[in-house]
């Protein structure tokens, strides 16, 4: 059974960076369809950033130029980087990944396997 566990949230100010870690255990990170998502309070779980099955990344636009998704294959997890946040960023980040090709990158429920979720919090 894959698992998966997010690190690295925190509080920062405005114009900060911070690097979510999502620590992939059960299958190897570079065979899973994998993405980031986020929940702000009271709001629905959106789709952050993407690496489909060819490695080609998505980003939603709101977040295109100031995050940057990675696989470290040698430590076998997901990474965000993210730089120039802003308060709108404020939100619970999970981490999400689906064995298979997934038709609809942005509906969370396609994804089978998700992590706990970390807070980023960006004050302005």
């Known amino acids: 059974e894959v698992k998966m566990a997010e690190s690295g949230g925190g509080s920062v100010e405005a114009e900060g960076s911070l690097k979510l870690s999502c620590q992939v255990s059960g299958d190897r990170v570079a065979s899973l369809y994998v993405a980031w998502f986020r929940q702000a309070p009271g709001k629905e779980r959106h789709l952050v950033a993407q690496?489909?099955?060819?490695?080609?990344?998505y980003y939603v636009s709101s977040v295109q130029g100031r995050f940057t998704i990675s696989r470290d294959n040698n430590k076998n997890a997901l990474i965000l980087q993210m730089g120039a946040l802003k308060p709108e960023d404020t939100a619970l980040y999970y981490c999400a990944a689906n064995p298979s090709w997934v038709p609809q990158p942005a509906a969370a429920s396609e994804y089978k396997y998700w992590g706990q979720g970390t807070q980023v919090t960006v004050s302005s």
């Open positions: 690496i489909n099955g060819y490695d080609d990344l």
